[in-house]
């Protein structure tokens, strides 16, 4: 059994959240994403900052059942880009779907257009 005196010599780490170094001349990087999500592509970050864009300027227009539509798969992909760092071929085809249907409304709104630029991007065109 260790003394008192054993016991307090040395370094003691009980947990430890993020990055330390220890002992001479020692360098630390962390690269910290954002919490939940990993590193996403800058394609995604694209797409993520637009369909944010998206969803705020749609809160400002008249619901129709496209808009309402079109809403759930922003939020959709926002939350998978937000979890994951990407989004899956299925949902891009999706919202892209749903963003030709709510055309009407999405074709005034630069948010629209960026949404539609960057989905078609990953899309391959």
Excluded: C, K, Y
């Amino acid at each position: 059994m260790a003394t008192a005196d054993e016991r307090d010599r040395g370094i003691h780490i009980g947990e430890v959240h993020g990055a330390f170094a220890i002992g001479d001349h020692n360098t630390v990087t962390h690269n910290e994403n954002t919490p939940g999500r990993p590193g996403a592509d800058p394609a995604h970050e694209e797409l993520l900052a637009a369909v944010r864009q998206l969803r705020e300027d749609l809160a400002r227009v008249i619901e129709t059942p496209q808009v309402t539509l079109l809403t759930a798969e922003l939020a959709d992909a926002q939350e998978e880009i937000e979890t994951t760092g990407r989004t899956a071929p299925g949902r891009l085809d999706r919202l892209r779907t749903a963003l030709a249907d709510a055309g009407a409304v999405t074709g005034m709104l630069a948010s629209g257009a960026a949404v539609g630029q960057a989905v078609a991007a990953l899309l391959g065109g």
